[in-house]
């Protein structure tokens, strides 16, 4: 081979290294917050809450069969509704739902949503899990039970390929009358301890992508509330933090932080240190990510590559149906079902069907089969090599979007 011949085949090599590291590096997560489980313990409940668990089960079967596969979920905070009900605070009601179970005193990065155990979800406190009644407020000093449940009352860091996903705590309420509005009080927010910790940790992630998952904003403004209507308007500080509020954005912004996930307030809407309302995706310093309820179905994906950290606009699970990982809205369908051998997927997806793909999964969110070119209303196929059981479909169109989903049975030959 000639000496030039040899320099091209170097030369490619490295390129596809260099594509490879790159693809392998590159990875999304899910970002929920206030999930607010209840148990019908009668000791009082917020008007908005999700009794059993029953949302938050829709939302990660959901998740589960998701394409692609979110790597991990976090999730921000108020996990129960009321965090200090005696005897477990409620959190039975979650971690029912979750892999394996049960279990008690548990790590970060325990839990699974899926029985193969593949989608491991991190959990940090809000200020529902120190209610231990809520009307009037009877508030604990330590969350016991979110500790014996969910996970340790601590601050910990997840390592993930080319990011660094920091999960802090930002306390209970303060009295009201130390808040700017009696009816949206702050929490107690950062210890210098946390702030040491937190410069320490974003330090020694060099050029790594920075995430920070925690509970309250640090600046709050008016945004869009899951049902699509306006939040009415608040104090830019209502409902955040009071100490070491300013030292965190100090910190933040020495840090090149690329983004803080943040609940508490139900609201969608993506802030700078300002207050001011920004794209998910700006590029001019950290964003401040406001994600509304899980308990209604709410999440934002996370993708982070080399160089970003992109933010979606805000998702939403439809739980209206009692089984959600059943097609809810007529736009696909497989018949007959259950399948036997062969079947047929029928779309009506109001827009010209080209390259459209089908993809089956087992119950625990593994891709089983594929089929791809789809380009007509009906399609035909064969079960192949499928074993007897249960299965969850999702069709996409040819830019990789969601055009619905349903479960189907397969049946023995």
């Known amino acids: 081979m000639k000496k030039t011949q040899w320099l091209f085949a170097i030369f490619c090599l490295i390129i596809q290294i260099f594509i490879s590291c790159g693809l392998k590096a590159q990875f999304s997560f899910i970002h929920i917050t206030d999930i607010h489980v209840a148990d019908g313990n009668p000791i009082g409940n917020i008007p908005e809450y999700d009794m059993n668990g029953v949302e938050f089960n ?166 869009i509330l899951y049902s699509d209507s306006a939040r009415f308007p608040v104090p830019s500080s209502d409902g955040s933090f009071l100490n070491n509020r ?29 207050g001011y309302i920004v794209d998910e995706n700006w590029k001019g310093g950290t964003r401040y990510v406001q994600t509304a309820a899980e308990l209604n179905g709410n999440y934002r994906i996370i993708t982070v590559n080399a160089s970003f950290v992109n933010v979606s606009k805000p998702q939403q699970v439809d739980c209206s149906n009692p089984d959600p990982e059943n097609n809810t809205d007529g736009s696909v369908a497989v018949y007959p079902n259950p399948v036997s051998s062969l079947a047929s997927l029928e779309l009506h997806t109001g827009e010209y069907i080209v390259d ?33 059981g249960i299965y969850f479909y999702t069709v996409y169109n040819g830019q990789d979007m969601v055009k619905g989903s349903g479960k189907i049975s397969i049946t023995a030959q």
């Open 58 to 223: 829709c939302c990660i079967k959901a998740f589960r069969i998701m394409y692609p596969q979110p790597s991990l979920i976090v999730a921000s905070g108020d996990i129960s509704n009321v965090g200090g009900a005696p005897p477990d605070g409620m959190y039975t009601a979650l971690t029912k739902h979750l892999f394996p179970h049960p279990y008690t005193f548990p790590f970060p990065g325990d839990y699974f949503i899926d029985f193969a155990q593949t989608i491991p979800i991190y959990f940090t406190p809000g200020n529902h899990e120190y209610y231990e009644v809520l009307v009037p407020p009877v508030i604990v000093t330590s969350p016991v039970y979110y500790v014996e449940y969910v996970s340790p009352d601590k601050d910990y860091s997840i390592n993930k390929n080319n990011a660094v996903i920091l999960m802090l705590r930002t306390g209970g309420d303060t009295p009201f009358w130390e808040g700017e509005n009696p009816f949206n009080s702050h929490s107690t927010g950062l210890s210098d301890e946390q702030c040491s910790w937190l410069r320490e940790t974003l330090k020694t992630a060099g050029d790594k992508r920075k995430i920070i998952v925690m509970h309250h904003p640090v600046r709050n403004s008016s945004g």
């Open 246 to 274: 300013s030292t965190f954005l100090n910190i933040c912004d020495s840090n090149l932080v690329d983004i803080v996930l943040i609940g508490h307030t139900h609201n969608n809407v993506v802030l700078n240190r300002g």
């Open 356 to 388: 459209y793909q089908m993809r089956i999964f087992t119950v625990e969110g593994i891709e089983v089969k594929r089929i791809k070119n789809i380009n007509a209303t009906i399609t035909n196929f064969e079960r192949g090599n499928l074993l007897p």
